[in-house]
Every structure is written in structure tokens, then in C-alpha cells.
């Protein structure tokens, strides 16, 4: 792929989720960013997009709305509040979206579950749930693969709360109904619970989820088979997925544990709550260019 095939990144929010994903899409060998844009020059983020020479803007959205050229997939990494109207501002000018906020607006997606029907259904809003989604949904949907008469599933994930900034704090209230609705809706449990602790243990914890399904009869040996193969499948994207605990029964219930570690990108690599759904992102936006440089090559070679 040539510089001039490579997909166009805009990135709205120079939080910790914001630069890290600049630094992500930087090491990219299909994406490239073309802007960086949030409210304050002074803030760590612009000032880390500046040392690297990515173009910035503290104009946020209205720098992508003054230049709609500038880029051709947007990253919201701002707040759920915010998304409703950047969305409404970005539909129009036909661009395609990566929400990073857990807005509900636009189709949930776990790149490994979903991630070419997704594509395939034509969405412009692509929602990556919420970090603590990406690590449990493919745990419970792999164990939903087995039995489809799950009656309840509860996640809790617990982070460093260092690694819980300010936007994460404030949408707490939707990260918690987006993961649940997300839950259900890809493991097919009849109810869901999910809980996030932010712990203040110094030096700080790793990312650490335990899905518990309750189940009636299930069948170990091919829960264990279908757990195993989706974390395979997370592993292709995001290297420091790892299983913890192998599916086991324990009081009536069907017990996982995962552990995430970050690359170590921008963020300390115990902020893997963040890599994993910046992962989950470069990921959909790697195979969005895969796609386009595909039908350019094809209408190159048919003139």
C-alpha cells in the first residue's frame, strides 16, 4: 500500500484514549493521521501530537467541519454527550465514524465477533461498546456458541483507577447500560449484569475481567474449545489478551477470567482496559482500508 492509498485518521479528544490511538495509528502501515484535534494546545496530548509532527487543532470538531477533506474516518474519543452531536455534524458530510464512547448511537462491534458484518451492513457509525466490553463480550458470546439458553451473565472488571481519566469517569453511568445491553445482546443471556471497579492499589493492577454465566447442564469440554479459539481470534489484534482461569464451574456457575496488558503505546502498559478497545478500533479502521485499497486496485485495473 502506497502513502497516498493509506486511510486518512482524524482523531477528535486529546485524552489519554485520544493520543494513545494517534501513536496507534502512527505505526500503522495502512492508516495515517491527519489531524489531531482537541480544546487546548497546552494540554499533554497536543503537545505529544505536535513533538511528532501530527497536524493539530484546538478547534475539535469544527476543524474537520471547516475541512471536510482532511481526513475520510473519524475517531470520536471524547464523551458520550459530545458524540450525539458530532455525529449528527459528521453524517452529513458522509464520514464515516469510530466511536470510542459508549453512545449507543451507532452498531456495536467486537472486531472478533463482528467485524465484517459490520462492514458488510454499510454502517457509517461504528461503536466499540466500552473497553470493559471488549474484554468479556467475546468470552460470554464464545460460551453463548455452546449454549444458547444462558440464563444470566455478570462481567466485573477491575482497572487501575489511574488508568480512569476524566471521560471515563463521566460516562460511568453509560458504560455500565451500554455493557449490558452489548452482553446480551451477543451472548443471547436472558439478563446482565456488568460492574466495574476502579482500584487504587499502587503500583497499579493490570486489567482483570471475570465473566460468570449461569447455565443449566453445560458442557465443559466445549465451552473451554469455543473460549479457546475466541481468544485466538482477540489475540490477532491485541497481543496482551490473555485467559487467566480457563472456564470452570464453580457454585452453579460457569467461571472465566481474562487478563489484559497494554503494549505500552503512550499509556503504562497496566492501562490495558484502554489498549484493548484503541486495539479493537485500529482494527476496524485497518480493515475499512484494506476494503478501499482493494476496490481502487480493481477500478485501476478495469481503467
Avoid at 477528535?12 to 490511538?21: A, C, F, K, P, Y
Avoid at 458530510?93 to 467486537?110: N, S, Y
Avoid at 453463548?144 to 481519566?165: F, K, L, M, T, W
Avoid at 503505546?265 to 482496559?273: K, S, T
Wanted: contains cysteine; neutral net charge.
Amino acid at each position: 500500500m502506497t502513502s497516498s492509498d493509506k486511510l486518512k485518521i482524524a482523531i477528535i479528544g486529546s485524552g489519554n484514549i485520544g493520543t494513545d490511538l494517534m501513536i496507534k495509528v502512527m505505526r500503522s502501515k495502512h492508516l495515517v493521521c491527519t489531524l489531531f484535534a482537541g480544546r487546548n494546545f497546552n494540554s499533554a496530548g497536543m503537545k505529544r501530537a505536535s513533538q511528532l509532527g501530527v497536524p493539530i487543532s484546538d478547534r475539535g470538531i469544527e476543524a474537520i467541519l471547516a475541512n471536510p477533506s482532511i481526513c475520510d474516518v473519524v475517531f470520536d474519543a471524547t464523551s458520550a454527550q459530545a458524540h450525539i452531536g458530532h455525529w449528527a455534524a459528521l453524517d452529513k458530510l458522509g464520514k464515516t465514524v469510530i466511536d470510542m464512547t459508549p453512545a449507543k448511537l451507532g452498531e456495536f462491534c467486537i472486531p472478533a465477533i463482528n467485524a465484517q458484518g459490520t462492514l458488510d451492513a454499510g454502517g457509517r457509525n461504528i461503536n466499540m461498546i466500552t473497553c470493559g466490553g471488549q474484554s468479556s463480550i467475546p468470552i460470554a458470546a464464545a460460551i453463548g456458541q455452546v449454549h444458547a439458553d444462558i440464563e444470566y451473565v455478570e462481567v466485573a472488571s477491575s482497572i487501575a483507577s489511574r488508568s480512569a481519566g476524566p471521560a471515563t469517569r463521566a460516562n460511568l453511568d453509560e458504560y455500565i447500560e451500554t455493557t449490558e445491553d452489548a452482553l446480551q445482546r451477543f451472548s443471547g443471556a436472558q439478563r446482565a449484569k456488568a460492574i466495574l471497579i476502579l482500584n487504587p492499589a499502587n503500583p497499579p493492577i493490570d486489567m482483570q475481567t471475570t465473566i460468570y454465566a449461569k447455565i443449566a447442564n453445560p458442557d465443559l469440554p466445549a465451552i473451554r474449545a469455543s473460549v479457546e479459539a475466541m481468544v485466538a481470534q482477540l489475540k490477532t489484534y491485541v497481543p496482551g489478551y490473555a485467559l487467566v482461569v480457563p472456564p470452570t464451574v464453580e457454585g452453579g456457575r460457569v467461571v472465566t477470567t481474562i487478563k489484559v496488558v497494554g503494549a505500552g503505546d503512550y499509556l503504562p502498559q497496566y492501562a490495558g482496559n484502554l489498549d484493548i478497545i484503541n486495539c479493537a478500533a485500529i482494527a476496524m479502521a485497518e480493515m475499512i482500508a484494506a476494503a478501499r485499497h482493494e476496490k481502487n486496485t480493481e477500478e485501476r485495473k478495469h481503467g
